[in-house]
């Protein structure tokens, strides 16, 4: 299409098809126009318009809006309430915006639906580690790395809960799992940076302590011989 026309336009299988290929060039000011034709020109039409709906705020998502995003997307669950897929991305909004309360609230929603679904047991162990319930946050991320062991977000939440328990070691184990899975994700490679960093900045304190201590306890002894003579 040139221009994207309120009459006359193809049908909605069509429009979500080319919609699907500007998503995959990244061209989501284009997808925008028009999943909102869509919604222009099927009035009435709910199955059409939940969709367009829902497409619409996961495009707000990608690109940041996130106040479209949260209003697209309840606008699909005003279609369909039960969908689990739309709390989800109704709490992946909630959640960049750090709005941690209101994204568990999405979260469980989904996986009362889909208690299987390993995206949205990350989601939501994810912001209960944020939300300073660590424990059963990881219980959530353990449980969701069980289903797919070798999901990139999830080992790398993972990396990261265990990072801010100070403990690296482990933090590093599902970072490099993590850069094993997806050697080219800038996330990954900076988590494995910084912690590479913090080991190493670790153990060269473990030596100086060590070598401090050998130093004391050779001063020690030689005060104590001294004394001896």
């Known amino acids: 299409m040139d221009g994207v026309r309120l009459r006359n336009l ?13 998503s995959e060039e990244g061209n989501y000011e284009r997808a ?19 969709r367009a ?7 707000y998502i990608t690109l940041r ?3 479209l995003a949260e209003k697209y997307v ?6 369909n309430p039960l969908a689990p897929r739309y709390h989800y991305l109704l709490g992946f909004t909630y959640s960049v915006d750090r709005q941690w309360d209101r994204a568990r609230v999405e979260f469980e929603a989904a996986l009362k639906k889909d208690p299987e679904n390993p995206e949205y047991l990350r989601s939501l162990g994810w912001v209960l580690c944020n939300c300073g319930r660590v424990c059963k946050g990881q219980t959530y991320l353990l449980g969701a790395l069980a289903l797919a062991p070798d999901d990139v977000s999830i080992l790398t939440n993972l990396a990261l ?9 482990k933090a590093l184990d599902y970072a490099q799992h993590a850069a094993r899975v997806a050697p080219t994700n800038a996330l990954v490679q900076l988590t494995c940076k910084v912690l590479n960093a913090i080991r190493d900045f670790a153990d060269r304190t473990r ?12 001063e020690l002894f030689s005060a104590r011989k001294g004394g001896y003579e």
């Open 10 to 22: 193809p049908k909605p299988e069509v429009l979500f098809s080319e919609i699907k290929s500007l």
């Open 32 to 50: 925008v126009q028009i999943y909102r034709a869509i919604l222009t020109e099927w009035q009435g039409h709910a199955k059409v318009c939940e």
């Open 53 to 59: 709906s829902a497409g619409l705020g996961e495009a």
């Open 65 to 67: 809006n996130l106040r």
């Open 74 to 79: 309840k606008q699909a669950l005003g279609y």
């Open 161 to 169: 809960v265990h990072m801010d328990a100070r403990e690296f070691d």
């Open 207 to 218: 030596v100086r302590k060590k070598q401090e201590s050998s130093r004391v306890e050779a």
